[in-house]
C-alpha cells in the first residue's frame, strides 16, 4: 500500500470505490502545505492572529480618555435599558429559567437572584434588549446592531466572578466594541441581508474577545475562544418583533462567556476562524474568498499589515462611538420620529386635516421595518408607520407605548392607514436620507429630511440626558436611593477597585 502522506491522498483513498464522480477538492491545494511561497487556500490566521495578539496585549494605559469616558456612557445606557428590560414579561421567563438551570451561583440577575455566571449573561443580555432601546452603532455604510447588550452583560458577569475591576472591565468593553465593529467591516452587510442578526451572530464573537481580555488569555487562547465562538454564532432575524430577538443579545453574551472559559480550560478550535475557506466571513458573506492578502474592510480592500495599524487607531468605543436611543424602539424608526417631531413644532396637530403621509425611505430599512399594520406591541417597535403616527399623536413614544392594547387604539390606525410607503437605493457608499412629506386635505405640505435622529454621533445627546433615560428606565425597578448608588459608581468606574461594588446593587 502507498504512503499516505499528502491530504489529496487521503481523499483519493476515500473516493478510490467511487466511479463517476469528478475528482474536485474545494479549498484543497495539491502543494505540500508546510511550502508558505504561495497563498494557502486551506487559510492563514492572518485576520484572527493580528485581532488576536491585539486583544492579548491591551492595556488600560493604551485608552484616551474619550474612550473611558464613551465607556462610562456606554455602561450606564446599557445598566439603564437592563433595569427597563427587567419588568418585562420575558424577565419572569428568564428568570425562573436561571432558577432551575443555575446551579451554582456565583453572578447577579439585574432585579433577580445569583446565578451561573452563562446563565447571568444570558439573562441580562436578553433583558437589556428586551425594550430595543439599547446603543447601536454605525459606521458608514453599514449598520452593525447592538453591540453593548452582547459585550457588557458577558463581562459584567464575568468580572464579577473573577472580582475585576472597573479599570479591568473598561478595557475589556473597549476590546469589546473594537472586535465588533472590525468583524463587522470584515463581514459587510451580505449576511445581515440573508437573515442574520448582527448583534447575535457578530455580537457572539465580540463577547468572546472581550471575555478573553478580561481573563487574561494570551493570544493563541484568544484565538482558540474565537474558534469555539465561530461555532455558536446564530441569530435570525425572521424572530424580530417577538421575544426571541432580545434573547439574540443573551445568546451571544452566553456565548461569549463559553468560549472564552472553554479556551481558558484548553478546548482547542480552528485557529483561522474569522478567514479560512469555511471559517466565519465566508460562510456568513456567502462569499468564499481568499483572504491571504487583502481584507475586506467595509467597501474597502486592506492589507494584512495596514489592517493591524487600525485597531486601537481610533479607538472606536469613542469613534465612531455609539448611537443612544430616546425612543425605545429600531433605530430605523427613529427617522420618521424626528420627522413627526419636526411637524409638531411648526404645525398643530390635527389629523382630520392629514390627506396623506408618503415616507420615501431607504429600500435597506424594507427588511427591518417590516411590520407595516402591527397588532401587537413588540410589532409596533418594527413598524415606521406606528412610530410616526404615535410621535405625531403624542410625541416620542415611551416604553408604555409598545402595548398591544396603544398598538391598536383607533386614532393611531386611522393615521397609519394614510400612510405610504416609497423606498429608494440609497448612493453606493451611503446610507441614503430619509424624506418625509405631509399633505393636508387644503392642498398645503410639510416636507422633512432626517440624515441624523438625535443619538447619533453626528447629533449627540448629553450625558445629562443620558442619566435622565438612566433614571426613567430603573425607575421600574431601583428606589431612588438604588439609582443614585448606582450612578455614582458608574460615574467613577475607572476607579471602582471591585466590580462587585456595584454588581451588589443589581439584585433585589
Not at 44 to 53: A, R, V
Not at 440 to 464: C, I, L, M, W
Request: aromatic share 10%; hydrophobic share 40%.
Amino acid at each position: 500500500m502507498k504512503a499516505i502522506s499528502p491530504l489529496v491522498d487521503w481523499v483519493d483513498l476515500l473516493f478510490s470505490g467511487f466511479t463517476g464522480w469528478p475528482k474536485v477538492y474545494p479549498f484543497i491545494h495539491t502543494r505540500n502545505l508546510s511550502d508558505r511561497s504561495e497563498p494557502n487556500l486551506l487559510g492563514e490566521t492572518m485576520f484572527t492572529k493580528i485581532l488576536s495578539e491585539f486583544i492579548a496585549n491591551a492595556d488600560f494605559d493604551d485608552l484616551p480618555e474619550s474612550a473611558i469616558a464613551a465607556a462610562r456612557r456606554g455602561v450606564l445606557d446599557y445598566l439603564g435599558v437592563t433595569a427597563g428590560g427587567a419588568s418585562e414579561t420575558i424577565a419572569d421567563i428568564l428568570k425562573q429559567y436561571a432558577e432551575e438551570m443555575g446551579a451554582v451561583r456565583d453572578c447577579t440577575v439585574i432585579n433577580g437572584g445569583k446565578t451561573s455566571v452563562t446563565m447571568a449573561a444570558y439573562v441580562n443580555g436578553a433583558l437589556s434588549h428586551a425594550l430595543d432601546y439599547d446603543d447601536v452603532i454605525h459606521v458608514n455604510p453599514l449598520w452593525m446592531g447592538h453591540p453593548s447588550v452582547a459585550i457588557l452583560p458577558a463581562i459584567f458577569s464575568v468580572a464579577e466572578r473573577e472580582n475585576r475591576s472597573g479599570q479591568d472591565l473598561i478595557l475589556a468593553y473597549s476590546v469589546g466594541i473594537e472586535i465588533y465593529t472590525k468583524v463587522g467591516l470584515l463581514c459587510g452587510d451580505t449576511a445581515y441581508k440573508n437573515g442574520w442578526h448582527n448583534t447575535s451572530y457578530i455580537g457572539t464573537m465580540a463577547a468572546a474577545g472581550a471575555v478573553a481580555r478580561l481573563l487574561g488569555l494570551d493570544a493563541m487562547a484568544v484565538g482558540q475562544a474565537f474558534g469555539i465562538a465561530g461555532s455558536m454564532a446564530s441569530g435570525l432575524r425572521q424572530n424580530f418583533g417577538t421575544m426571541v430577538k432580545p434573547l439574540h443579545a443573551g445568546i451571544a453574551a452566553r456565548n461569549g462567556v463559553e468560549a472564552a472559559y472553554l479556551a481558558r480550560r484548553g478546548i482547542t478550535s480552528a485557529a483561522n476562524i474569522f478567514e479560512a475557506p469555511l471559517g466565519f466571513r465566508n460562510v456568513f458573506s456567502c462569499d468564499h474568498a481568499d483572504l491571504m492578502h487583502e481584507i475586506p474592510y467595509g467597501e474597502e480592500l486592506i492589507s494584512p499589515e495596514e489592517f493591524s495599524t487600525r485597531l486601537g487607531r481610533p479607538w472606536n468605543i469613542s469613534s465612531p462611538g455609539m448611537s443612544y436611543k430616546i425612543c425605545p424602539s429600531c433605530r430605523a424608526t427613529h427617522f420618521g420620529m424626528e420627522a413627526a417631531l419636526l411637524y409638531r413644532e411648526q404645525h398643530p396637530v390635527d389629523l382630520d386635516s392629514i390627506l396623506e403621509i408618503d415616507c420615501r425611505v431607504p429600500s435597506h430599512m424594507e427588511s427591518v421595518l417590516f411590520y407595516h399594520d402591527p397588532v401587537k406591541g413588540l410589532e409596533g417597535k418594527f413598524s415606521l408607520e406606528y412610530v410616526f403616527a404615535r410621535t405625531l399623536i403624542d410625541g416620542p413614544p415611551k416604553i408604555n407605548d409598545f402595548s398591544d392594547s396603544r398598538v391598536n387604539e383607533v386614532d393611531v390606525k386611522s393615521l397609519i392607514r394614510k400612510i405610504r410607503w416609497n423606498s429608494f437605493d440609497p448612493e453606493p457608499g451611503t446610507f441614503g436620507t430619509p424624506e418625509y412629506v405631509i399633505r393636508h386635505k387644503d392642498g398645503t405640505t410639510f416636507e422633512a429630511k432626517v440624515e441624523y435622529p438625535r443619538g447619533e454621533p453626528e447629533n449627540s445627546v448629553s450625558d445629562q440626558i443620558l442619566i435622565e433615560k438612566f433614571k426613567d428606565c430603573s425607575g421600574a425597578i431601583w428606589s431612588q436611593k438604588r439609582r443614585e448608588q448606582v450612578l455614582e459608581r458608574v460615574l467613577v468606574l475607572e476607579h471602582v477597585e471591585d466590580i462587585t461594588l456595584l454588581t451588589r446593587l443589581f439584585g433585589q
